[in-house]
């Protein structure tokens, strides 16, 4: 069964305001969560590492500062698209990954419009 | 940065019909992952490979891991509908976390 949820599924937001996105890991054992943009037709891009209790690790390009990134708990992580505008209009996927293993599992992912 | 060169990106195929796609790199990886992605979906993980030579099959699916470890195949035997979406495969370099993805395949079947 799933290992990864994501809440919300979708929404949509008007230009300006922030939206934050969940994603949880099922199974406890969780210790490295990634989250991932991907655009329609395209391969997913990394956006950040993220740790539990440490601050996330950026990928080069992605803005830390409209891409917030909390990771209070071990099985909880969130990304707060602040100030959206249009162009972050994407689908939004996180991943975990377990201490000592390679795979990670993916979440159902959330699709973001902003209008 | 390392690159997944991953083909080929489509694939029209009749219902039935076995399924080749591969990924290569410039790179050294010492874990080759093979996803499948559904519409609106996030990826779900198929096979998982770990040592050069290995032979890992789940199902229908068959993957190997390169002897040069540049290099990775996924084969789908006697192809269903339920197979049609986007497989990407994945390396992760030695001492990384990080995924790095192939561009994708998408295959399509006609019944």
């Known amino acids: 069964g799933a290992v990864v949820s994501q809440h919300p599924s979708w929404v949509i937001c008007k230009s300006g305001t922030s939206v934050k996105i969940e994603c949880r890991s099922l199974?406890?054992?969780?210790?490295?969560m990634f989250w991932y943009r991907q655009f329609p037709k395209q391969s997913l891009m990394l956006m950040a590492t993220s740790n539990e209790g440490s601050k996330a690790t950026y990928e080069q390009g992605v803005e830390k500062d409209k891409f917030l990134i909390n990771h209070a708990s071990l099985t909880l992580s969130t990304l707060t698209v602040t100030s959206a505008h249009p162009e972050d209009s994407s689908f939004y996927i996180c991943s975990e990954k377990r201490q000592g293993a390679y795979e990670q599992y993916f979440g159902p992912g959330t699709r973001l419009t902003v209008t | 940065g390392q690159q997944l060169n991953q083909s080929p990106q489509s694939m029209f195929i009749q219902e039935g019909e076995d399924v080749s796609m591969n990924c290569t790199s410039s790179?050294?990886?010492?874990?080759w992952l093979w996803y499948k992605q559904d519409p609106g979906e996030g990826p779900v993980l198929l096979i998982a490979?770990?040592?050069?030579?290995e032979l890992t099959s789940n199902g229908r699916l068959t993957a190997q891991f390169g002897i040069t470890r540049k290099d990775s195949f996924l084969n789908i035997s006697a192809s269903i509908p339920s197979d049609v979406g986007i497989y990407f495969c994945?390396?992760?370099?030695?001492?990384?976390?990080?995924?790095?993805f192939g561009q994708g395949t998408r295959l399509t079947i006609n019944p």
């Open positions: 790179s050294i990886f010492n874990t």
């Open positions: 490979l770990y040592k050069a030579g």
């Open positions: 994945a390396g992760v370099i030695q001492g990384a976390q990080k995924l790095v």
């Open positions: 199974d406890f054992q969780a210790t490295t």
